[in-house]
């Protein structure tokens, strides 16, 4: 009798907002190490240094798409 396959579950990448800078499209998030980065690329963003950082891909979009401001709805 064989062993059962064991198929890796995936979860659904999370959704990514905007460079809260410059408006554009964010690279990420992105496995580096042991944990995750999002950051802005566009050539001409000013905060094109500015990354999140997660353990998880949900906790690097998490950290990318909270907003100084905004509430949880």
């Known amino acids: ?3 059962p396959i ?3 579950r995936r979860m659904p990448e999370p959704k990514i907002k905007p460079c809260p800078f410059c408006g ?3 690279l990420g998030p992105s496995k580096v ?3 995750w ?3 802005c690329v566009h050539p ?3 905060a094109s240094e500015v990354v999140a950082r997660g353990l998880s891909r949900g906790a690097a979009a998490l ?4 907003r100084k ?3 949880d709805a």
Request: hydrophobic content about 30%.
């Open 6 to 8: 064991r198929q890796e």
């Open 1 to 3: 009798m064989s062993a």
């Open 24 to 26: 554009g499209r964010p």
């Open 37 to 39: 980065v999002i950051v």
């Open 44 to 46: 001409r963003c000013k």
């Open 63 to 66: 950290h990318w798409n909270t």
């Open 33 to 35: 190490g042991v944990g």
């Open 69 to 71: 401001g905004e509430r």
